[in-house]
């Protein structure tokens, strides 16, 4: 095979390899957490899941196709930190989230770090109050303006019904989701968040309580292990 040849055929491999990274590029989820364990943990086994599934269509196979990261960090701070990890990444990111909730900080903290994610193209995941209501919602419909600690109590409540954890949620819980999955109702969770969107949605998220975005991005995600 002359050197012309040779040539094409390997900027034709490469070509298709170039193609073929850049079909599994909305595969990529870098989905970034208020929390360093609460929301990761909950995510973690979805993406276990998702990774081995997809992976071996990947031609890097220790590329993941959804990084989760702990930041410690919250609202406007975690959006600003979110962008700096997308746009120094290596690959390109087709899904960019951010998980967190409203909790004590002011209206304006929250309503501007979403609007800034909108404006970066950076999908929230928010919770207000708490994305424990999120995994209340599993177990019962509440349409009530409570905070964390209450939802914890409620929590608790059906930990002792069903004797999980010796009847006590935690928020560090490795495998809460899991725990929701067994013992809870993912599809009434679901059912519930939207009728709570439905009633609560008003002219701003710090407004719209209570009310979690959570299960957007759930949703999301087990498409992908139903594909």
Request: with cysteine.
């Amino acid at each position: 095979m002359g050197f012309d040849n040779l040539h094409k055929k390997r900027q034709g491999n490469l070509k298709k390899r170039k193609e073929n990274i850049k079909e599994v590029e909305p595969l990529r989820f870098l989905i970034v957490c208020e929390g360093k364990k609460t929301e990761p943990n909950y995510f973690e086994p979805l993406k276990n899941q998702i990774n081995a599934k997809y992976r071996p269509n990947l031609i890097n196979l220790k590329v993941e196709c959804i990084d989760i990261v702990g930041a410690g960090k919250n609202t406007e701070s975690l959006i600003d930190y979110t962008i700096k990890l997308r746009d120094n990444a290596n690959i390109n990111y087709g899904n960019v989230w951010c998980v967190f909730d409203k909790d004590s900080f002011t209206s304006n903290q929250f309503n501007n770090a979403i609007s800034k994610a909108g404006n970066e193209n950076i999908k929230t995941a928010w919770s207000n109050e708490a994305i424990e209501l999120w995994f209340l919602l599993h177990f019962e419909y509440l349409n009530t303006g409570i905070g964390r600690e209450q939802y914890i109590e409620k929590l608790n409540g059906h930990f002792k019904k069903y004797k999980i954890n010796k009847g006590k949620y935690e928020k560090s819980l490795n495998d809460i989701y899991q725990i929701l999955e067994k013992y809870g109702n993912y599809d009434n969770a679901v059912k519930y968040a939207k009728k709570l969107e439905k009633i609560n949605l008003k002219e701003t998220p710090a407004k719209s309580k209570p009310m979690t975005k959570v299960y957007e991005l759930v949703e999301e995600l087990k498409v992908l292990l139903e594909k």
